[in-house]
Structures are given as C-alpha cells and as structure tokens.
C-alpha cells in the first residue's frame, strides 16, 4: 500500500508562488510516473502535469499550466514537487498527487488546497 501526502498549498495572490510537496511512502516511488491533478468547486479532475520515472524524468503539462508550472522529483526523498508561478485566479482548486503505478493501480493523496485571490 502506498500512501501519497501533499503540503504546500494555501492562499496567494494573483502573480504570487506557492510551491507543492508529496511524499510517498513505501519503496516503489521511483519506479513510477508520478503526476499532479487538480480540481475546481463544480469542475472535474482535471491533468496538471507529470514527470516519468527514467532517467532525468520527462515532463508533460496541460496547455493551460504550460511555461507557469514546473514539475520535478527527488526519488531520494521520494518526494514530487509542483513550483507553480504567475498563479491566476482559474488555478483555484484542490491539487492532487498521483502515483501510476505500471500495470497496477492508482494511487491519490488526500489534496491539498490553492486559492489565488484577484
């Protein structure tokens, strides 16, 4: 069983950083994609960004997150980070870790709540 725990959000102005945290227990961390999802009051989970397990990692990032938002891990720590920059107020929304885990489950922390304010 993995157990996946965010840090990090809060409330921030419009142009304003925040930076996300998720360890990971267990040991399978590094063999493993991990992603950030988020979703806003009355939308539904929506893809962020992710960061393979191989080498330096390749990174992905919804269009909307493109340029702002940087993905990155330290598999030492076993821990996934987001540093999200030029926050806007439609980045509003609770931000969600997420381990894929090949040919097995999904794995998803608790959330962690953002909230930038205009």
């Known amino acids: 069983q993995v157990r996946l725990v965010e840090s990090g959000g809060g409330l921030v102005q419009a142009g304003g950083s925040l930076r996300l945290s998720c360890v990971a227990s267990?040991?399978?961390?590094?063999?493993?994609?991990m992603g950030w999802y988020r979703q806003a009051p009355g939308k539904e989970r929506e893809f962020v960004a992710s960061?393979?397990?191989?080498?330096?990692?390749?990174?992905n990032y919804a269009g909307s997150v493109k340029g702002r938002f940087t993905i990155s891990r330290d598999n030492a720590k076993n821990t996934v980070y987001l540093q999200m920059n030029s926050l806007k107020s439609e980045d509003t929304a609770v931000y969600y870790c997420?381990?894929?885990?090949?040919?097995?489950?999904?794995?998803w922390g608790q959330g962690t709540q953002v909230t930038v304010s205009s």
């Open positions: 267990g040991s399978i961390f590094r063999l493993n994609t």
């Open positions: 997420n381990m894929d885990v090949t040919f097995g489950p999904n794995y």
């Open positions: 960061i393979t397990s191989s080498g330096s990692g390749s990174t």
